[in-house]
Structure formats: C-alpha cells, structure tokens
C-alpha cells in the first residue's frame, strides 16, 4: 500500500497565495518577520513588489492591512496564531473587524502540533478569541485541498477572514473529483446512527481513524468536517444530533469557545442533546513532539476512541 500523502496547511497557504497573486493583482501579502515559518516566503519570491515584511510588529502590520483594505487591495496578515489572534486582537477588533474591512489573517503554527515551540506559543484560544468579533468568519481548513480552497474563498468573499493552519504536515483527505469547498457548509464524511463527530482541522482525519476503531466495537459513528466555525452550519449538525441523539466535538483547541463551545450554543437552543467536548481541557500545552502531544492529550485517534467508547 502506497504511503499517505502529507502536506501542513501552512504550506498549502502560501501556495494558494502564489497561485491567486497570479489570478488577483489586488492581493497583497504582509508578514510580521515569520515569512520562512508562515510559508509566504514564496509569494515574496514570486512576487516581491507586493510583499510587506512588517518586522516583529503585528498589531502594526494589522493596520497596515486595514489601510490597504480601504483603498480596495485585499491583504493577507500572515502570522503565528498566537500572534495574530493574540498579540494583536485589540487591532483585528477596532481597525478590521468594527469597520468590518476586506482583511485576510492566514494564521499559522495553531494548536499543541506547534510542538517543541512550547506552550507560548502554542495558542489553543485563537478560535475563541475571534468567535467573539462581530461579522468575523473563522476557517479551520482539515487539509491541503482544503486550506487551498479556503484561502481562494477568502479572497472571493467580502469583509474580514481568519484562517487557521497547521505546522505538522497531515493527510491529504479531501482529494477527490467530488469535493466542494462552500464557506459556512459543513461536510459529510461518513454516515452512521450511533454517535456524531464534529471535527475540524487537523482532527477531522483522527476522527476519521477514530470512527473505524469504534466501528470495529459495533458503534457506528456519524463524521462531520466542520471547516467554517463561524458561521456554523447548525443544520447539519442539528439533523445529525436528532438520529444519533449523542454529540462529540473534536478540535484541536481549547473546549472553551471553540468548536465544542459553538455546538453546545446551537444545541442548546435548537436541538438539546448529550454531549462531549473533545480539544484542549482548561490547560495549556507544552513543549515536545507534535505526535507525542497530540497522544499525550488524547487528540490523535486511539484517544479520540478512548473518549467516545468511554461517552458511550
């Protein structure tokens, strides 16, 4: 059997800037000093005259978007999540998402799989943190088919974008003639009566893995791709939650706020089910090999597995 292809979505990101910079003279790229780690390194070689490296100032270079943005460019704010949803959240509130300007943030290095950078900067809040901006769109792309469609339906829609890549190269699963990549429209990926999955980012391919080890357990589980945490699509979810009558999130992110926190809210109101959050449990991370963290924590698939036979 041939190896699975694996590809990090931060690298699929500057790819999918690389190939819009050829479609779009209006995309304009900025970065905070990162463009080696951010992957928009080859959207500066490519196309240097409309790079910005901003140096290690990302609140700045969050306003330089937003001017860029009033003049009719689209820029893409290139940073690690920590940074770009963290360090300059004050900027992404007041100067893009208040006026609600065209502004692209392509946030890397997400979640544990971030690894030996250790837990400053492994930012487990980011999805939290701009769920709470008004008219904000939040994208968590599942993989490289994925994230290059994401990117391209950023710049395709109007008002602010917050896109979430990974470091850790993951499986390419979305490779097929099928796919379609709609903002707002979650995917479904594997029918079953027993339990549902929601997942997104990295984890929708764990929870994949995870549903063939509780098929072969006799639990025929229900997977969702969630890629658009705002706007949810709360109908797919709602319909699968009135079948199975069990819900599990699956994220690579704090429980609190993400993707758990925005299914249990329409739940809650429109289809009251029993429910387990799955993702990053009131703690921070540390420091060591993505795969170890993701094990250490119950992410990948045998912990996923665990956690939902014990749910069940």
Do not use: W
Not at 90 to 103: A, K, T, W
Not at 137 to 149: C, M, Y
Not at 227 to 244: F, G, M, N, Q
Request: charged fraction near 25%; aromatic fraction near 6%; proline fraction near 4%.
């Amino acid at each position: 059997m041939s190896e699975v292809k694996k590809i990090a979505t931060r690298d699929s990101y500057g790819n999918a800037l690389v190939a819009l910079g050829e479609k779009y003279d209006n995309l304009i790229v900025l970065d905070a000093d990162l463009a080696a780690a951010t992957k928009t390194g080859v959207f500066k070689k490519a196309f240097p005259e409309r790079h910005i490296d901003c140096g290690i100032a990302e609140s700045n270079m969050v306003g330089i978007a937003a001017g860029l943005a009033s003049t009719g460019k689209v820029p893409f704010c290139s940073s690690f999540a920590m940074f770009a949803a963290g360090r300059a959240f004050e900027q992404v509130r007041n100067s893009v998402g208040y006026p609600h300007l065209n502004v692209k943030i392509g946030a890397t290095h997400a979640g544990i799989s971030v690894g030996e950078d250790g837990a400053s900067h492994q930012c487990n809040e980011d999805i939290a943190l701009m769920r709470t901006i008004p008219g904000m769109t939040i994208i968590n792309p599942s993989d490289d088919v994925e994230a290059k469609a994401a990117v391209e339906a950023a710049y395709l829609m109007e008002g602010p974008v917050y896109l979430r890549f990974g470091r850790l190269a993951v499986p390419v699963i979305n490779e097929r003639p099928d796919y379609k990549f709609e903002i707002g429209k979650g995917v479904m990926l594997k029918e079953g009566k027993d339990v549902t999955i929601v997942a997104t980012g990295l984890e929708v391919n764990e929870s994949l893995e995870a549903a063939k080890l509780l098929a072969a357990d006799g639990i025929d589980a229900e997977v969702i791709n969630i890629h658009t945490i705002k706007p949810l699509d709360e109908d797919i979810i709602v319909k699968s939650a009135a079948k199975t009558g069990k819900v599990v999130t699956v994220e690579e992110h704090s429980v609190i706020g993400g993707l758990g926190g925005a299914v249990a809210e329409a739940l809650a109101e429109k289809q009251p089910t029993k429910m387990l959050r799955i993702g990053m449990k009131d703690t921070f991370g540390e420091s060591g090999p993505a795969k170890e963290l993701l094990e250490k924590y119950e992410l990948d698939a045998a912990g996923i597995y665990k956690q939902i036979k014990a749910f069940m």
